[in-house]
T-cell receptor, first 109, second 112 residues
Framework: DQQVKQNSPSLSVQEGRISILNCDYT??????FLWYKKYPAEGPTFLIS?????DKNEDGRFTVFLNKSAKHLSLHIVPSQPGDSAVYFCAAATDKLIFGTGTRLQVFP | DGGITQSPKYLFRKEGQNVTLSCEQN?????MYWYRQDPGQGLRLIYYSQIVNDFQKGDIAEGYSVSREKKESFPLTVTSAQKNPTAFYLC???????????FGPGTRLTVL
């Protein structure tokens, strides 16, 4: 049973535009959510997180939104840059991290 | 520099052989984790350890074993009992169980 889902396996966005990556979860006990970015053949790197008591967290070009009633999480990247091209994983935490399957973002010029 | 190292980056083994993947961290983190990534799938937890000399099974522990004799080290052994060992293996650590995890560069294991 996939508790954390990223239903879009890929996303293509033009440079300068907004990238929106989505994540849905099923377990209302998750109390912390994270986004990781991963390049091929490398380990994921932490991007941004949000506690379940908040609905928004912003860090530079990256903003994460949490809608608890919908059990939905999204990552906004504005403006998108070619260097943002990577696989993005959302993760949800209780006593361990549960990762989604990832969304491959491609930012083209 | 502080960080997590995994070695080697690429590893080839014959079917039926046990192989041990190294993971070392100098971040003074208490918790360490092993994940496996397969194409089109998220990261799946194999084992984790919250403290020295203690570790817990994750979601896909069968065919794997670990040890945590030192805080800095959390080696993973892929045994011959693991049916599909070819994968990308990632080690991670965190200050405590629920905190942000920092990942190593990964080891790609190919069993021939």
């Amino acid at each position: 049973d996939q508790q954390v889902k990223q239903n879009s396996p890929s996303l293509s966005v033009q440079e300068g535009r907004i990238s929106i990556l989505n994540c849905d979860y099923t377990n209302s006990m998750f109390d912390y959510f994270l986004w990781y970015k991963k390049y091929p053949a490398e380990g994921p790197t932490f991007l941004i997180s949000i506690s379940s008591i908040k609905d928004k967290n912003e860090d530079g070009r990256f903003t994460v939104f949490l809608n608890k009633s919908a059990k939905h999480l999204s990552l906004h990247i504005v403006p998108s840059q070619p260097g943002d091209s990577a696989v993005y994983f959302c993760a949800a935490a209780t006593d361990k991290l549960i990762f989604g399957t990832g969304t491959r973002l491609q930012v083209f010029p | 520099d502080g960080g997590i190292t995994q070695s080697p980056k690429y590893l080839f083994r014959k079917e039926g052989q046990n192989v041990t993947l190294s993971c070392e961290q100098n971040l003074n983190h208490d918790a360490m984790y092993w994940y496996r990534q397969d194409p089109g799938q998220g990261l799946r937890l194999i084992y984790y350890s919250q403290i020295v000399n203690d570790f817990q099974k994750g979601d896909i522990a069968e065919g794997y074993s670990v040890s945590r004799e030192k805080k800095e080290s959390f080696p993973l052994t892929v045994t011959s009992a693991q049916k599909n060992p070819t994968a990308f293996y990632l080690c991670a650590s965190s200050i405590a169980r629920d905190n942000e995890q920092f990942f190593g560069p990964g080891t790609r294991l190919t069993v021939l």
